[in-house]
């Protein structure tokens, strides 16, 4: 059977598999676009695309929209979910379904289903509506706003990473009114680019517009380079620049995320440079006293943990 995206599919060991996951993918593709996205290559998103004659940045429901709502609510009411994540291969606060209230009309289902608690990372921008109703089920949301250090800076040559996304500001006064009303909130720099994100001219101003915002957790994971993100990256990143970000990476051996599923191989930085950037910015998280985790550490050789005050590896629970 050919694979297609799902409504709902089960977390898959090799994964973040910490706790039993279910994931929800209310459309398909994502209007955020970023160059550096895994979603569009993988064969359940093309192939569920293709189905829809949409291109990724043009994302389409996964069917009908009021069979759409009748399917979550039925879904979310069986007692067969209890931790959903939102979403792998696209954005529920996608701007389109923001503005139109379809986010809003899933959440609502969801806020008040059997689902114990709703784990959702976003590059968008909630709007009031969906605001008050996280505030209304605190206990329900884990809220998590991803945004990268590099996107302070004037500039950069990483802006194309942000420039399908909303500015930082609106969103990091969204993640901090949900934080204060007691939703628990978490900034994921994601993903972080040794050498740019972790540099002082990035790194630090934007740890210091975080903590105006009283946004104090904070978890980071790395950029991983695939063969399919290539035509994106290189569309998005300057010629040299992206030389010279591709310099660190090593290239010799692919990771596959998956076992056996050659569209989740990729390529992860060099030893040497993962440990170096982890510990500068795992220094400076400490010392500014934010609470913090590294995602997908575990493989890093040589990473001096004792150095600091807590694990900082991952174990799934952190914002879960
Ligand atoms: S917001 Fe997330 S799902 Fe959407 S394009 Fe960016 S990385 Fe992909």
Known sequence: MEDKVQLFSPGSLGTCWYGKYHYMEPWVGCAHACPYCYARTRGAVTNSLEERETTFEKPALLMERSELLREIEREAGSGRLEILKLCRYTDIFTPEFVADGLALEILRILASSRVRRIILTTKGLPDEDLIQLMIAHREKFSYNLAARPSCVVEGSVLAGFDAGLTPLEPRLEAGARLAAAGVQTTVHMDPFVAGLDDADQALLPFLDRLKRHRLHRVMFSYLLFSNRIMPTMEAAVPAEALEEIMASYDFSGAHKVLPGQEDTASYSLRNDVIRDSVEKTATILQERGFDFVLCSLKS?????????????????????
């Open 300 to 320: 890093v050789r040589g990473l001096s943990t004792r150095k600091f005050s807590r694990s900082m590896l991952c174990d799934g629970k952190f914002y879960a």
